[in-house]
């Protein structure tokens, strides 16, 4: 039971850090695009893995004469694109290789605060996990070591 207790508690660490990380990178990229855009058209060089439900795209297009290359993964029922098809990018102007499509503004509030509440909840569920485990191993060993400095009297 203590080990399922430290496992929980290291699992909900790791989901708060790798959301913390994902949620601000995200948010990072979407300052940039933000700060300085430059809308460019894109061309869709090639179609990856188009029968699955989401298909992956690779979109070439150029930012102040340097040709670069991104992979969106999009929903076929949103997208029936095919190479050749233009698509409409924002890109950072001083990170070229940060871009978006044009119609996605991300993140939003409504899309960024619900990745942080879950964040804190994952994160202080971790702390109390991993404290509960820490208190009770030492509650434990305290008593194992006062059963040993004082071993009970036996009737003479």
């Known amino acids: ?15 708060t850090g790798f959301g913390a990380c994902s949620a601000t990178l995200q948010w990072h990229r979407a300052e940039l695009i933000d700060d300085d855009p ?4 894109g061309v869709v060089s090639r179609v990856i893995e188009p029968t699955t439900k ?7 297009y150029t930012v102040d004469g340097h040709r670069h290359t991104t992979v969106r993964k999009l929903d076929t029922d949103l997208s029936r694109s095919e190479p ?14 940060v871009v978006r499509l044009c119609a996605e503004h991300y993140p939003q509030g409504d899309d ?3 990745v942080y509440i879950l964040v804190t909840v994952f994160g202080t569920a971790g702390v109390l996990f991993v404290v509960g485990y820490l208190v009770t191993s030492a509650r434990q060993a305290g008593r194992a070591r006062r059963a040993q400095e004082s071993p009970l009297e036996t009737p003479a």
């Open 38 to 41: 430059v809308r460019v058209t």
């Open 54 to 60: 989401y298909r992956r795209e690779e979109i070439a």
């Open 84 to 97: 050749g098809h233009k698509v409409c990018l924002e890109a950072a102007r001083t990170h070229p290789e």
């Open 1 to 15: 039971m203590r080990r399922l207790t430290w496992l929980f508690g290291a699992l909900f660490l790791v989901l």
């Open 112 to 114: 960024i605060f619900p």
